[in-house]
């Protein structure tokens, strides 16, 4: 089955520094790929996503790689705010049957943005 | 909508005791994950349902946990008999087949096992 790693595991960085978050997959089949954003005691929730037949996509401050190839994907935050703090989960899928496919997550980033 | 509804938000058990979570789903959706979540272990898929039919299993730890979705809007998970090592957030989770994927969790089962 599919195995995500994900490091850091924690990550600080100073008010309007950028943050990089990376995750490596097993499963060549997977090609749907999210992160997800959950705050102190809330659920995680979507922030952005990428599918396979894409390199890169961005969100304002968000931005998502993915090399298909090396099987490693990364999220990008730039101009970091005290509100970006949180932990961050990637994921990977296979959609091979419908978009049915069950999201295994990476074991998630602690960012702490400093003012 | 209302989003994915959970209860109890909250359980304090003593070991030993059943423990039932309930979740609804996302009306309409018709893929339903029950995770777990620890510092130790992250977000841990426990199993997953497609059109209420358990798909994959695998995750469930041993036999003392078993989940049913009788019908599209109702799923529980089951703990007998519960054990301190079972305390850990669970999380339900629900999407539709014909959406993007994003998958949308509920607030969360935060369960202490005595």
């Known amino acids: 089955g599919e195995n995500v790693e994900q490091h850091p595991s924690t990550l600080s960085v100073q008010e309007g520094d950028s943050a990089v978050i990376k995750c490596t997959y097993s499963?060549?089949?997977?090609?749907?790929f999210p992160w997800y954003k959950q705050e102190l005691g809330k659920r995680p929730q979507l922030i952005i996503d990428?599918?396979?037949?894409?390199g890169e996509k961005k969100d304002q401050r968000i931005a998502v790689t993915l090399n298909k190839t090396a099987k490693h994907f990364s999220l990008h935050i730039t101009e970091t705010q005290p509100e970006d703090s949180a932990v961050y989960f990637c994921?990977?899928?296979?959609?091979?049957?419908?978009?049915?496919?069950?999201?295994?997550f990476g074991k998630g980033t602690k960012l702490s943005v400093k003012p | 909508d209302a989003g994915v509804i959970q209860s109890p938000r909250h359980e304090v058990t003593e070991m030993g005791q059943e423990v039932t979570l309930r979740c609804k789903p996302i009306?309409?959706?018709?893929?339903l994950f029950w995770y777990r979540q620890t510092m130790m272990r992250g977000l841990e898929l426990l199993i997953y349902?497609?059109?209420?039919?358990?798909?994959?299993d695998s995750g469930m730890p041993e036999d003392r946990f078993s989940a049913k979705m009788p019908n599209a809007s109702f799923s529980t998970l089951k703990i007998q008999p519960s054990e301190p090592r079972d305390s850990a957030v669970y999380f339900c989770?629900?999407?539709?087949?014909?959406?993007?994927?994003?998958?949308?969790f509920g607030e969360g089962s935060r369960l202490t096992v005595l």
């Open positions: 989770a629900s999407k539709k087949r014909e959406g993007t994927g994003e998958l949308f």
């Open positions: 499963d060549s089949a997977s090609n749907y």
């Open positions: 990428i599918r396979s037949n894409v």
């Open positions: 994921a990977a899928s296979s959609d091979l049957r419908g978009s049915q496919g069950n999201l295994i």
């Open positions: 009306s309409g959706h018709n893929s």
């Open positions: 349902f497609n059109n209420n039919v358990p798909i994959d």
